[in-house]
């Protein structure tokens, strides 16, 4: 069994799930920016838990998705690992170049509710959820994988289509993913899974881009108690306001994941490089889920709007926008124009 798979955001997460269907036999190709010269030419190294020192290079590596599909036509699927930055960069937009509604979209990205905005675009998807616990970053030319691969895959069930359809497209991919070493599933319960990786990624990867400490330190620092574990607890609260109901002992476990690593989570790394975070899906989404609720979410929500603060200072650096050389007055009720 194969497959073409064009995969768009060739990071930490996207080089290993690059690396695995290509060695399950499928043929990849990948969309990729400001690497495109290196990932055409020499690729990437590989230092895996997993798959040990390895060389890593796409089938095809191509500069945006409608190059990709203009030389090698329809895809099977189109799988994205970018960061999931509506605020900046709309999925929707890359997808509306090459959607076709033969081809799946695995959306191996983090954060609830990121399926809405697709269904809304292409009421015809065939939409699947990725979830992966991994701790995998991209240091120049180098994939660093030093946390062992848990990822799960289902549909994301779109009512317009047919159920059964959807379902044998994701159990697909799950197998075409599935190594000895990642033991990847197929996730029936998709909503679940996505609230119990909001714990980690909700709590401690927001604190530590906020605190521009890695999870090690923080941990070392008392931030798990102080506020990683009251964070935590809100997470449940929401997420059982919205029918899943998260165990206990989960907390625990996501803290201790990061255990003998000094492991700087994906918002830090971005935050470091004064690149965007994900912080709507991560935050944004869920606590707009815990106002429909009646949930209260204090913590979360300060972390959510420090975020904000941070994104915005971010995109100024990139020339998102321009502010005037003297403060407007508050009285003058000064909106941001943003470009395009």
Aim: negative net charge; glycine residues 6%.
């Amino acid at each position: 069994m194969s497959a073409k798979i064009l995969l768009i955001g060739v990071g930490g997460v996207g080089s290993i799930a690059a690396h695995t269907l290509q060695q399950n036999g499928c043929e990849v190709s990948a969309v990729a920016r400001s690497q495109y010269d290196v990932l055409s030419t020499d690729g990437f190294k590989i230092e895996s838990v997993d798959y040990g020192n390895v060389d890593f290079k796409p089938d095809f590596v191509f500069k945006s998705a409608e190059d990709a599909v203009a030389d090698r036509g329809v895809f099977d699927y189109i799988v994205f690992t970018t960061k999931n930055i509506p605020d900046v960069f709309p999925i929707e937009k890359i997808i509306e170049k090459v959607y076709n509604k033969d081809t799946a979209i695995v959306l191996l990205e983090n954060g609830v509710g990121i399926e809405r905005s697709v269904f809304k675009a292409f009421p015809d998807a065939t939409c699947i959820s990725g979830v992966t616990m991994i701790s995998s970053t991209l240091y120049g030319n180098t994939v660093r994988h030093v946390g062992k691969d848990s990822v799960s895959f289902g549909p994301f069930i779109n009512s317009a289509i047919d159920r059964d359809a959807q379902v044998t497209k994701a159990k697909k991919f799950a197998k075409l993913y599935h190594n000895e070493h990642n033991q990847a599933k197929y996730d029936e319960n998709v909503k679940y899974t996505r609230w119990r990786k909001l714990i980690y990624n909700g709590a401690i990867n927001t604190t530590c881009a906020i605190t521009n400490v890695d999870a090690g330190r923080l941990d070392m620092f008392g931030g798990s108690e102080k506020i990683v574990r009251p964070a935590m607890q809100e997470i449940r609260a929401i997420a059982k306001a919205d029918g899943v109901d998260l165990p206990e002992e989960i907390m625990d476990f996501m803290i201790k994941s990061d255990d003998g690593e000094y492991y700087p989570p994906s918002m830090l790394i971005d935050i470091r490089k004064n690149q965007y975070t994900e912080y709507k899906v991560i935050l944004g989404t869920a606590l707009e889920i815990a106002k429909e609720k009646g949930v209260e979410a204090p913590i979360l929500t300060i972390l959510c709007y420090l975020l904000e603060i941070i994104q915005l200072r971010i995109m100024e650096s990139k020339g998102r926008f321009t502010l005037p050389e003297k403060k407007p007055l508050t009285s003058e009720n000064y909106k941001i124009e943003f470009k395009d």
